[in-house]
């Protein structure tokens, strides 16, 4: 009897995909923006500054689905289902959930637009959702974190082709750093905090509307603009390919924010 380290079935994927890996010569196109759920089976797809929003929660792990499991499902319901219907309606390109988390990818020319759906979920979280679940689950430490990449990347669908037999096994790989470097900025963020690459920083081209806030002080405005982003350092942190990162703080305001939201989705056009 023959020795082997794996079922014969197992030992034909893994030979199939070796020699697979050492002959075929990849094929990688260039595209200049996101397809809309046309990627083929068998071209990666080489897509140029590319903008991930990653959001996932924070203290996710103390949510129970054996003891809490009316809570627990309400909870990813209210953050994952707001989450996708606000970048939807941002328009991004791709949407997807991880676990507990969402990212968001929108093409390099929607810089701004990208932006404004990242302040407006921000928004929802600080105004809606931590005091929401607090409110049903008092004794509950669970917050957000955030954070924004801009990077070339390589797409491809990997998986088995359509079988009516069972569902459809197969999904979208996305090879490169922006949804990488945007969950481990994510992960540094506070509940209140935003942080965002360098890259993606000076892709705002320090436009005031972003740089500096509207003026007003809980709810009373003023004419003193106050500087909206905090810098910190990251040039001794091998987690990250930039040296800096960029912190926002603040919500849409309760009286400027649809006027600034739509100012800013405009900028894109100009």
């Not at 750093?177 to 900025?185: C, D, Q, R, V, Y």
């Not at 705002?204 to 106050?226: A, V």
Request: glycine share 6%.
């Amino acid at each position: 009897m023959s020795q082997s380290q794996y079922l014969d079935s197992i030992e034909e994927i893994i030979s199939d995909k070796t020699c697979e890996f050492e002959n075929t010569d990849i094929e990688v196109k260039d595209e200049e923006k996101i397809p809309l759920g046309n990627f083929k089976m068998d071209t990666w797809l080489k897509i140029p500054d590319v903008i991930c929003i990653f959001v996932d929660i924070r203290g996710s792990t103390k949510l129970s689905a054996t003891k809490h499991d009316k809570s627990t499902a309400s909870t990813y319901e209210l953050f994952t289902g707001t989450a996708v219907k606000i970048f939807h309606e941002f328009g991004a390109s791709y949407i997807d959930i991880k676990g507990d988390g969402v990212f968001a990818l929108f093409n390099r020319g929607e810089v701004f637009i990208a932006i404004a759906a990242a302040i407006s979920f921000k928004t929802f979280v600080s105004e809606k959702f931590i005091t929401l679940i607090k409110a049903k689950m008092p004794n509950l430490d669970i917050g957000v974190h955030m954070g924004i990449d801009q990077k070339t990347v390589l797409v491809k669908q990997v998986g088995l082709r359509d079988d009516e037999s069972r569902d459809s096994r197969k999904n979208e790989v996305w090879a490169g750093k922006p949804i990488s470097m945007a969950a481990k900025l994510a992960a540094k963020s506070k509940d209140n905090e935003l942080w965002v690459s360098e890259r993606f920083f000076n892709s705002l081209n320090n436009e005031e509307l972003l740089m500096k806030s509207c003026g007003c002080t809980n709810g009373q405005e003023s004419n003193i603009k106050i500087d909206l982003w905090q810098e910190t350092d990251l040039f001794n942190d091998d987690n990250f390919d930039f040296d800096k990162a960029f912190i926002l703080k603040s919500i849409w305001c309760n009286k400027h924010g649809k006027e600034w939201c739509e100012k800013i989705i405009n900028l894109d056009n100009e």
